[in-house]
Structure formats: structure tokens, C-alpha cells
């Protein structure tokens, strides 16, 4: 089996987000979370959030929010479909051609409405 990983969590995320906000370099970060730094890295890329609007102050909305970046990382593990198998249709009595031949008519159907 492949490598085992862990997703981050929003306990971590928080301490994330202390970190950054306290300036703390990302490779002290990491060793305080035992990830990786690139894994922190990506993670801020990720959910870093910027808006060039500027306040009355003069300043600018630059941060990681951990609620935000725990929001986002659940909307996209929910979203993603599931491959369509042969076994999950084979109590309906369809066989692997009928799939094939329904899946190729929902996409040309789709592709038809889509262009008129």
C-alpha cells in the first residue's frame, strides 16, 4: 500500500494561524507541528487570503484564517464524485455495455445543451 498521511486539522490550522500571526518562521512551524515545512507551506499558499481593499488605516486584508482554510479543505472532500462501477450496477441487472453506452449519451446530452 501506498504512504499513510494525516489531513490537518483545525487544532492545527488554529496553531497555524498563531504562528503567522505572531511571525513565527514556517520551519519552526513545522518542527512544532511535526509536518513537513512544505506541507505548511502549501497549506498557507493554499488559504492565504488577500484582498488589495484597504481600509481607512491604510491597511490591507492579508492573512491565513484557519476556519476559513478548514471550511474550504471539508467542501473539497465532500465534492468529489465517486467512479461509476460496473459492481454497484449489477443489482439493477445492467450490464458493463449499457453503462458505457448511458454514460456516453448523459455526456453528448450535456454537451448539447451546453452549446445551444
Known sequence: MGTQYSHIDLAERRRIQKMRDAKVPVAV????LGRHRSTIHREIR?????D???DRWGQEYRCYYC???DAYAHRLRA???RPL???SHA???R???HLVGRQHWRETERAERMAG
Do not use: D, L, M, Q
Open 29 to 32: 512551524i513545522a518542527a512544532e
Open 67 to 69: 476556519t476559513t482554510a
Open 52 to 54: 488589495p481593499f484597504r
Open 85 to 87: 462501477t460496473v459492481a
Open 46 to 50: 493554499r488559504n492565504f487570503y488577500h
Open 79 to 81: 465534492r468529489r464524485a
Open 91 to 93: 443489482r439493477t441487472s
Open 95 to 97: 450490464g458493463p455495455v
